[in-house]
């Protein structure tokens, strides 16, 4: 699940509520759907911290190293299958739904 | 004007550093040739049509956790894009040091390729998968 941000003036709604241009949400979208939704400029990946876990660089970080990026669904599902990455425990600001 | 001479390019597949395990890279950058020759003309005339990019590397098989096929098996099950970028070396990015940067699929990986006592070179060749094409970033 990756957190976006609303770029366009549009409301977006989702299963749990609705949401801005300038607010923030949390969904899983397929590897599509992201795709379609940041092409259009609708949608940004708000940039998650990871923990390299493997032998190999990555994204600039040594192994054990932290860093932040805004990855795909797709790049990070691959990243992870691969054992390179792992999300870093970072608390991300309250949804709407968790408010 | 140095001719200059590959030793240290820089290889980046989905964010993963793996320059320490290639030893031989291509970039193709190409347009197709449309044919718009006419009744009357004396020699052949061309148009550019669509872009199409491909790049291609040669790595040192490595199955550590981390290494080459950690990273390259999900990327030949996956059908999305992801980034793929080279550099003439590791250094930042400048006028002299440009990259090559391309959203790509994985198309081609040979898991396997030598025979006994040879070191196994294995191909990953990337296909263009956006619009953007191949760019050459500077910074």
């Known amino acids: 699940m990756n957190r976006y941000r609303i770029l366009l003036p549009l409301e977006v709604h989702t299963e749990d509520a609705s949401y801005k241009q300038g607010?923030?949400?949390?969904?899983?979208?397929?590897?599509?759907?992201?795709a379609t939704n940041l092409a259009s400029g609708l949608l940004e990946i708000v940039p998650q911290t990871y923990k390299v876990i493997g032998?190999?660089?990555?994204?600039g970080a040594s192994p054990g190293e932290t860093f932040e990026a805004a990855l795909?669904?797709?790049?990070?599902?691959?990243?992870?299958?691969?054992?390179?990455?792992?999300?870093?425990?970072?608390?991300?600001p309250k949804t709407k739904k968790e408010e | 004007m140095a001719i200059f001479a590959l030793t240290d390019a820089l290889i980046i597949v989905n964010g993963v550093t793996l320059s320490d395990h290639g030893n031989n890279v291509s970039i193709e950058d190409s347009r197709d040739a449309l044919?718009?020759?006419?009744?009357?003309?004396?020699?052949?005339?061309?148009?550019?049509?669509?872009?199409?990019?491909?790049?291609?590397v040669k790595f040192l098989q490595?199955?550590?956790?981390?290494?080459?096929h950690a990273t390259l098996a999900p990327l030949?099950?996956?059908t999305t894009?992801?980034?793929?970028?080279?550099?003439?070396?590791?250094?930042?990015?400048?006028?002299?040091?440009?990259a090559a940067l391309m959203t790509g699929l994985l198309m081609t990986y040979n898991m396997l390729d030598g025979g006994v006592g040879e070191v196994t070179e294995i191909n990953a060749e990337f296909v263009n998968s956006a619009q953007a094409g191949m760019t050459y970033p500077t910074a």
């Open chain 1, 23 to 34: 607010e923030e949400f949390e969904k899983e979208f397929s590897p599509e759907d992201e």
């Open chain 1, 55 to 59: 032998g190999s660089v990555v994204h």
């Open chain 1, 72 to 92: 795909t669904v797709g790049a990070e599902a691959a990243l992870v299958a691969g054992g390179h990455i792992e999300r870093a425990t970072k608390k991300a």
């Open chain 2, 35 to 56: 044919d718009i020759t006419a009744f009357g003309a004396t020699s052949k005339a061309v148009a550019k049509g669509l872009g199409d990019a491909k790049i291609t």
């Open chain 2, 62 to 68: 490595d199955f550590a956790a981390g290494k080459v």
């Open chain 2, 76 to 78: 030949i099950a996956s």
């Open chain 2, 81 to 98: 894009g992801i980034v793929v970028e080279v550099r003439p070396t590791s250094a930042g990015r400048s006028p002299t040091n440009p």
